[in-house]
């Protein structure tokens, strides 16, 4: 079964500053990754995913991931961070192959930016 | 705006009792998911509809039961009450129910069990 590990729980971080965001999965012949972000008091919305192509996503608010396939990482970066980036990000793994559709989410990470 | 409709947003209730959380997905997505977020269990995937058919099942408890309607619309199910079954139910939707989709989360439904 697929699985995923956000290595950081909470990231803070001062405004203006790069950040990275870490995920691990576990491997398989090949998967989809996503990136969905939580405000507070709001339900999830996808900032990115890859399916197959460039290993380079680019999302929407300035976020990009890059697949590394022999790493099996799917970390999420932002060169300059705003105050209303502020929010939980989760990491989320599906598998292609399967009848049904199971998409697993990391446990999720609160990034803080700091004015 | 998701498109994803959750009804009710806050329910508190007692323990043993049950109550019914209700979904309506996005104009024309076929498939909806059910999720349950809780502190200590994170986002758990609990089921997934896809056109009135179960799809697939992750951790959800016999407890809980779901289904899809013809409209397409969905409950969820939770019976005789733990305080552990507080959290935040999200119902989910996308197009095709396949893995590459987009899956568009609705606001979420706040159980409280007393």
């Known amino acids: 079964a697929q699985s995923v590990t956000q290595l950081d729980s909470q990231v803070p971080v001062f405004e203006e500053a790069p950040v990275e965001l870490r995920c691990n999965y576990s491997s398989s012949v090949s998967v989809y990754l996503f990136w969905y972000v939580q405000y507070p008091n709001q339900g999830l919305q996808l900032l990115l995913k890859y399916l197959s192509g460039s290993t380079l996503v680019k999302g929407i608010n300035g976020f990009e991931a890059e697949f590394n396939k022999s790493q099996t990482s799917f970390h999420l970066r932002k060169p300059s961070v705003h105050i209303s980036d502020t929010a939980e990000y989760f990491c989320a793994v599906s598998d292609p192959n399967t009848g049904g559709f199971k998409t697993i989410f990391g446990a999720g990470t609160r990034l803080f930016v700091k004015a | 705006d998701s498109g994803v409709t959750q009804t009710p947003k806050h329910l508190i209730t007692a323990t043993g009792q049950r109550v019914t959380l209700r979904c309506s997905p996005r104009?024309?997505?076929?498939?909806v998911y059910w999720y349950q977020q809780s502190l200590d269990q994170g986002l758990q995937f609990l089921i997934h509809y896809y056109n009135g058919e179960e799809r697939a099942k992750g951790n959800i408890l016999e407890r809980f039961s779901a289904q899809q309607f013809p409209d397409l619309h969905s409950e969820l199910n939770l019976s005789s009450l733990e305080l552990g079954d507080s959290a935040l139910y999200f119902c989910a939707s996308s197009d095709r129910g396949s893995g590459g989709d987009t899956i568009y989360f609705g606001e979420g439904s706040w159980l409280t069990v007393v």
């Open positions: 104009s024309g997505d076929l498939s």
